[in-house]
């Protein structure tokens, strides 16, 4: 079983930066792979990005592509979204999941933590 919980989420300026964290527990952490997504309000939930489990390879939505940035140090269990040049459409609550098999399908994620709320204004 994996716990995970979400932080550094907040209320941010149109173009500034914010770095989500990830906290895991578990003693195979280290054979998930991770990924981030994210809901607003009366959307479904979206992809965002993912990373395999010794984090050579990842894969980003192409709305986050060239501003988002998801890696890991399984030595922490520790997974980051380092997110920049921010847009009001990124506003929504972002979640941290784990999966035993790299996917951008959120159906096939295992474990989810319980989100953390990203604001960007105009």
């Not at 399984?74 to 929504?92: G, H």
């Not at 959120?106 to 474990?111: F, G, P, V």
């Amino acid at each position: 079983q994996v716990q995970l919980v979400e932080s550094g989420g907040g209320l941010v300026q149109a173009g500034g930066s914010l770095r989500l964290s990830c906290a895991a527990s578990g003693r195979t952490f280290s054979v998930y792979a991770m990924g981030w997504f994210r809901q607003a309000p009366g959307k479904e939930r979206e992809f965002v990005a993912a990373i395999n489990w010794k984090g050579g390879s990842t894969y980003y939505a192409d709305s986050v592509k060239g501003r988002f940035t998801i890696s890991r140090d399984n030595a922490k269990k520790m997974v980051y979204l380092q997110m920049n040049s921010l847009k009001p459409e990124d506003t929504a609550v972002y979640y941290c999941a784990a999966v035993r098999a790299v996917s951008t399908v959120a159906h096939e994620y295992d474990y989810w933590g319980q989100g953390t709320q990203v604001t960007v204004s105009s």
